[in-house]
């Protein structure tokens, strides 16, 4: 199991930046966010903490028109995984996000590196269940599970943080069909019926901090 440590280093010019909030306040539900930005991301080029506010901000923005749901980016805190490595093994990263939340006091925690991710997955070929490696953009805890998520910083970044956080409320991964949806392209912000209603649903959860 790879180290993963923590740098409690809070980036203060982030520390309760609110996101865009405009028209009537009432029913608008906020839900906080911190995020961990990978520190080789930070010292290689410090513009990806604005990319990862601009990506939250646009979710915010999604959120609020559809669901009445605003997200407030608390604080940013600097996480290192470590050195040298240029892709991230989210089999083992992913429980230890999960444990170094439980002592972060914001509703949802998000993730952020440029790294290439990828995790265990197992496809049939030829009618053999084969076990390999699956890349992908981002992983979150579970549908309408958890609260934590991991997004890569790529061209698609804002796509991505808005897919993550609706799995967090719910939202199922599409595979089919010609519904334009940001739960099955990286390119676009539309949301299906289905999830867009599950969404609604699950609009009150309780994102549960131990």
């Given amino acids: 199991m790879h180290c993963f440590t923590l740098l409690l280093v809070s980036l203060a010019t982030f520390a309760g930046t609110p996101t865009c909030d405009s028209g009537p306040k009432e029913d608008i539900r906020t839900v906080t966010i911190t995020a961990l930005i990978d520190e080789e991301d930070l010292s290689s080029a410090s513009h990806q903490a604005e990319i990862v506010k601009g990506a939250l901000n646009f979710s915010s923005w999604v959120f609020k028109k559809e669901f009445r749901v605003t997200f407030k980016l608390q604080n940013v805190l600097v ?14 990263a992913d429980p230890l996000v999960k444990f170094l939340a439980k002592d972060i006091d914001t509703d949802i925690v998000l ?21 390999t490696r699956e890349e992908v953009l981002g992983i979150a805890s579970g549908p309408g599970l958890g609260r934590t998520a991991f997004v ?36 676009t912000a539309k949301i299906d019926k289905e999830n867009t209603a599950i969404v609604l649903a699950n609009r009150g959860r309780i994102f549960n901090k131990k």
């Fill in 152 to 187: 890569r910083i790529t061209e698609h970044v804002p796509f991505t943080t808005l897919h993550e956080l609706l799995h967090l409320f719910g939202a199922l991964d599409v595979h089919c069909c010609t519904e334009e949806t940001v739960m099955r392209l990286p390119t």
């Fill in 79 to 92: 996480w290192h995984y470590p050195a040298g490595r240029k892709q991230i093994d989210l089999d083992s």
């Fill in 111 to 131: 993730a952020f590196t440029s790294k290439f991710m990828d995790r265990s997955s197992v496809v049939e070929i030829d009618g053999d269940w084969v076990e």
